[in-house]
């Protein structure tokens, strides 16, 4: 069992920057595959970006490609995103993700993930 607590939500003007963190607990971080999603109010949930289980391999959406960075520390047990640039339409509750996998493959997918967090809110205003 992972359990997963984001934390570094908030609120921040258009164009500015914030890292959002997930602390998970359990055995085996360094095994997991982790992710990030987010939702917007009224949308479905959508992918955000993905970490092998070394951090040598990344993946993100078009929609933050040059604008977040996904990391991880598997000393400490944590995974970061880093956004810069932001846009009201970043604003979401942002999740993380895990899934017990050495093969970075079908990220995007929500199934793929069998554990998440509560999610933290990141508010962007115009």
Not at 53 to 63: E, L, Q
Not at 93 to 118: D, K, L
Request: with cysteine; aromatic share 12%; net charge positive.
């Amino acid at each position: 069992q992972v359990q997963l607590v984001e934390s570094g939500g908030g609120l921040v003007q258009a164009g500015g920057s914030l890292r959002l963190s997930c602390a998970a607990s359990g055995r085996s971080f360094s095994t997991y595959v982790m992710a990030w999603f987010r939702q917007a109010p009224g949308k479905e949930r959508e992918f955000v970006a993905a970490i092998n289980w070394s951090g040598s391999s990344t993946h993100d959406a078009d929609s933050v490609k040059g604008r977040f960075t996904i990391s991880r520390d598997n000393a400490k047990t944590t995974v970061y995103l880093q956004m810069n640039s932001l846009k009201p339409e970043d604003t979401a509750v942002y999740y993380c993700a895990a899934r017990a996998s050495v093969v970075f493959g079908s990220v995007t997918h929500e199934s793929a993930y069998a554990y998440w967090g509560q999610g933290t809110p990141v508010t962007v205003s115009s």
